[in-house]
């Protein structure tokens, strides 16, 4: 395989459009460093649906592949594209799509940990900050529920920010489908550090002394803004007021992934969002 056509074709990856060309070239080289590149035969999976991540991504360079679903028509992506955002989030996570090359095809392994450790050794700050909100933006633009944006909890902060911190959200939820009058969870039950972004359909929440609030989406249910604490309990019951989709999360890896991914600065902002605006979502 030739190095210099990987250069070039990663290189001109949709998500480096924005950035100037010297820039793109910079990047490209620090793909090439961290990956190993790997030769497909048609039909050869890249990916496979079911089988852990390990937090690694493609970027098919040479050739196409077709991204498989069940129950929906094959994707055909053409060289050169990026594969696996999902894994630069959660490294246990389940591939969701087979990715099979299509015909002959060339594409560069590499682990995201590795990508962005190279990329802030090597590229200017600049640079590295551009490439980071470049591959955030193109993650965030394959989600459905872009609505999360819009939540109070993140009312005080920019719209990069807010972004930042709503990304990593989808990717370390479990989806959860609830029919007319299921429970999401029972008071008095144990709440295990977890959170419930609430992103379709409304829930109602009531409590034994008969308080009862409605929640609609996009919200959070559930929400510890300092710590994940995992021996308290439910101080109501959720249950869904016709059909809903929750993401529920672990309120611990979330926050490992704010402090991974946000500044000094931009963690004391985050901080400060939830203590002003935890009160505007149901608490616990």
Same mark, same amino acid.
């Given at each position: 395989?030739?190095?210099?056509?990987?250069? &070039?074709?990663?290189?001109n990856l949709d998500?480096? +459009?924005?950035?100037?060309?010297d820039v793109r070239a910079q990047v490209a080289n620090v793909f090439l460093d961290v990956s190993d590149l790997i030769h497909f035969n048609d039909g050869e999976?890249?990916?496979? /649906?079911?089988y852990l991540a390990f937090g690694t991504g493609y970027v098919l360079f040479e050739g196409a592949a077709a991204v498989e679903r069940?129950?929906? *028509?094959p994707i055909e992506?053409?060289?050169?594209?990026?594969?696996?955002?999902?894994? &630069?989030?959660? /490294?246990?996570?389940?591939? /969701?799509?087979?990715?099979?090359?299509r015909g002959s095809a060339n594409a560069a392994h590499f682990y995201w940990d590795d990508l962005y450790q190279a990329a802030e050794k090597t590229l200017p700050e600049a640079a590295h900050l551009s490439f980071r909100t470049a591959?955030?933006? &193109?993650?965030w633009d394959r989600f459905d529920y872009k609505e999360i944006v819009n939540l109070p909890l993140f009312a005080d902060l920019s719209e990069d920010l807010r972004l930042k911190v709503c990304l990593p959200l989808p990717m370390l939820s479990e989806r959860i489908t609830l029919g007319e009058v299921e429970t999401l969870f029972n008071q008095a039950s144990q709440c295990k550090g977890q959170g419930h972004l609430l992103? *379709? +359909?409304k829930l109602k929440l009531y409590r034994k002394d008969g308080g009862e609030r409605h929640a609609e989406a996009p919200d959070i249910v559930g929400i510890f803004p300092n710590k994940s604490e995992t021996g308290v309990e439910w101080s109501a019951t959720a249950m869904a007021n016709g059909p809903a989709v929750v993401l529920r999360f672990s309120w611990e890896q979330y926050t490992a992934q704010i402090v991974k991914r946000l500044t000094r600065?931009? &963690?004391?902002?985050?901080? /400060?969002t939830l203590k002003n605006n935890a009160g505007k979502h149901f608490w616990h």
């Open positions: 395989m030739d190095t210099e056509t990987a250069i &070039q074709q990663i290189a998500l480096l +459009g924005p950035l100037p060309q999976p890249l990916i496979n /649906s079911g069940d129950g929906q *028509e992506l053409k060289a050169p594209a990026l594969l696996g955002e999902m894994a &630069q989030f959660k /490294s246990a996570d389940i591939r /969701s799509a087979t990715v099979r090359a591959v955030e933006r &193109q993650t992103v *379709e +359909g600065d931009e &963690q004391k902002a985050f901080v /400060s």
